[in-house]
């Protein structure tokens, strides 16, 4: 075969770090940590990769901009040791927890639609208390955390007489909620705050209801990322799961271990981070 054909059957980790705009050596990391199915070698030592390792590397790209970097390498990683249903089942606990994250948003507007709506009595008489250990299972939270925003001063439960214990009535319920989707969105506790305080003081909800509107947006955005990514996994799996045998071509790997490139690359750019993790 002339030197075109050659080139379509074997790649070099300068050709797959350009197509993912990475550094040579994040290649040789996403190999060791089976991001990549292991590459053959020539007798010399090099590396050869083929176009299911180009593949692996775009899926990968793809499926972390969704489900994070994370979850991404997991998958992929199960997919290379031959257990499919391990890395479909990471897909779905990755769709579940943005299921709860939307559920999660959803009770929070609910809070805030209420409390516009309604007098705090009013919300009392409708609903009870909760301990501390069933407000913080009920957000997905450790009462570590709740202890935290107490410390805070953005909760305040009350004591019961005789225990001590924290009891949360459905004021503290919904600061709660709206304190742990404030978290999600990276708001600092201080912030957080000057938001409850403008709440409780004037009913003003009108920076809460941007909050709101800017999580729903980074969920929806996060949403149509995994559908990509998951699109991707799908392609892979039909095409490159069942593997390929790369045979060793001429010398136009690289070669194990952190010496230069022979390809040309060198080490050059990061020490190994990739240009975006997605």
């Known amino acids: 075969m002339g030197a075109e054909a050659r080139s379509d059957r074997f790649l070099r980790s300068v050709d797959l770090a350009r197509v993912a705009g990475i550094s040579t050596q994040q ?4 190999e060791a940590a089976g991001v990549l199915p292991p590459a053959s070698r020539t007798d010399s030592g090099y590396r050869v990769f083929t176009p299911r390792h180009r593949a692996a590397l775009l899926t990968f790209r793809g499926l972390a901009k969704g ?7 997991s998958m992929l990683h199960a997919v290379h040791e031959g257990d499919v249903p391990a890395a479909l089942a990471l897909v779905n606990e990755c769709h579940a927890t943005l299921h709860e994250q939307r559920r999660s948003l959803r009770a929070a507007s609910e809070a ?8 705090p009595e ?12 069933e407000l913080a299972h009920q957000l997905g939270l450790r009462p570590s955390a709740l202890r935290v925003w ?44 000057t938001v409850l305080d403008g709440l ?24 149509a990322a995994m559908l990509e990514g998951a699109g991707l996994l799908h392609t892979y799996l039909r095409d490159h799961a069942s593997g390929e045998a790369a045979t060793a071509g001429p010398g136009d790997g690289d ?21 975006h993790e997605g």
């Open 27 to 30: 290649v040789r990391n996403y």
């Open 67 to 73: 489900y994070g970097p994370g979850p991404a390498r």
């Open 112 to 119: 805030l639609t209420a409390t516009a709506e309604r007098a």
């Open 122 to 133: 009013e919300t009392t008489a409708a609903r009870g208390v909760l301990r501390i250990g």
């Open 150 to 193: 107490e410390a805070a001063g953005l909760l305040t439960p009350h004591r019961e007489p005789g225990t001590g214990y924290r009891g949360f009535g459905p004021p503290e319920i919904r600061d709660a909620r709206l304190i742990a989707l404030l978290r999600q969105s990276r708001y600092p506790l201080p912030q957080i705050r």
């Open 200 to 223: 409780r003081e004037t009913g003003g909800t009108e920076e809460l209801r941007a909050a709101l509107a800017r999580r729903d947006a980074e969920l929806t955005a996060r949403t």
């Open 255 to 275: 070669r194990s271990g952190s010496g230069p490139d022979r390809a040309g690359a060198g080490g050059s750019g990061d020490a190994g981070a990739p240009a």
